[in-house]
């Protein structure tokens, strides 16, 4: 028979064993370090469907991703706010849950103020002007102006172009007084509507079509392609073609997981990044290109581009709002994005 120590003794080391057991069947907390031989987890989330350019870009990322460094990487794109929706996106991708996102810039006003250059009214000529002034020192500098606060951002997505759209034709900035316009959450944009005369409602892009049906709001800024999937020519007798805003997006990631990369693993990514940066910009002018032909054959709306003496009338209506927000931007940046109108 075991005495009384040597049963006590055995209880000691089961239960050692037990524990022993338990721990090598734990999962791999976040603080451990990752075994070598498993790959990186990207977790690529983001609030559109699949179809849309976002949506096809992080696939592509994903795919190239994974066919240039197997083993090393593996992506898991999470579409339609099935991972985290818009309200807790950024918070997840600063606590590390996920690693990337392509928030609209309408998004980082909170984050750094420069950001509003692109919420300015009638700024940008065009979709190039936009472009040339991404790829300038001050475009480029944005891209990294929220390190500090745990934001990297490593490419800028088109959604392209916006114009106005409202139940009546808007071809004067008079045009607008009192209707009531659907924005997204942006000081600037409020106040683009507010120097109009006009009334300014946030509302999420998913509620547009009942919004304007309904008469909560009469009037909208957004894509062409935006525009069409939200079926909202059936609701809205005028569009103009006024070019006046952008809707972009720029793709970030968490600042410390992407300096912590390899550094070969990291210039490859960025390679992939800027190859599939140029595809999904290609297909959100080829996408806006024809929603705009849709919505004219479909014979619901009309659309009335603005002569170059309308469109100087609006830009000159826009300039308290500038005033309002240069300080903000930077002079240097306003500048910039002024010169990016003139061919390079």
């Known amino acids: 028979m075991f005495t009384t ?15 022993a057991i338990q721990a090598a069947d734990a999962p791999q907390t ?8 498993e790959p990186i987890v990207i977790k690529f989330a983001h609030v559109v469907a699949e179809n849309t350019p976002k949506g096809q870009g992080a696939l592509m990322f994903k795919r190239l991703a994974e066919e240039r460094l197997p083993g090393r990487v593996r992506v898991e794109v999470y579409p339609n706010s099935s991972l985290y929706g818009d309200g807790k996106e950024m918070e997840a991708l600063l606590l590390g849950d996920v690693q990337m996102l392509a928030p609209s810039l309408a ?16 700024l940008f000529d065009d979709i190039d002007a936009v472009d040339n002034f991404q790829r300038s020192p001050q475009g480029q500098s944005l891209l990294s102006s929220m390190q500090g606060k745990g934001i990297l951002g490593l490419a800028y997505w088109h959604n392209g172009m916006k114009q106005l759209s409202a139940n009546r034709l808007l071809l004067e900035p008079g045009d607008a007084r009192g209707l009531k316009f659907r924005v997204q959450a942006s000081d600037v944009l409020n106040e683009q509507f507010r120097e109009l005369r006009a009334i300014s409602r946030k509302m999420s892009f998913a509620e547009v079509y009942q919004g304007l049906q309904t008469g909560v709001v009469n009037g909208a800024e957004n894509t062409w392609s935006n ?3 939200q079926k909202v020519n059936e609701v809205q007798k005028y569009f103009t073609e006024s070019n006046h805003g952008l809707v972009d997006y720029m793709v970030i990631t968490n600042a410390k997981f992407w300096n912590g990369l390899p550094p070969d693993l990291r210039a490859e990514l960025e390679r992939i990044m800027a190859e599939v940066t140029v595809k999904v910009n290609q297909e959100a002018e080829r996408l806006n290109r024809d929603a705009r032909q849709r919505i004219l054959a479909s014979g619901t709306s009309e659309i009335h581009p603005l002569t170059a003496k309308q469109r100087a009338d609006w830009r000159e209506a826009m300039q308290p709002v500038w005033r309002k927000f240069r300080d903000n931007v930077g002079a240097d940046f306003l500048q910039a994005a002024e010169a990016s109108n003139r061919p390079h």
Do not use: H, W
């Open 227 to 229: 525009y069409e999937s």
């Open 30 to 37: 976040a603080n451990e370090p990752r075994p070598s031989n």
């Open 5 to 19: 120590m040597g049963r006590a003794l055995l209880a000691v080391l089961a239960l050692a064993c037990a524990s």
């Open 107 to 122: 998004k980082f006003e909170q984050y750094t103020k420069k950001v509003q250059i692109f919420d300015l009214p009638f």
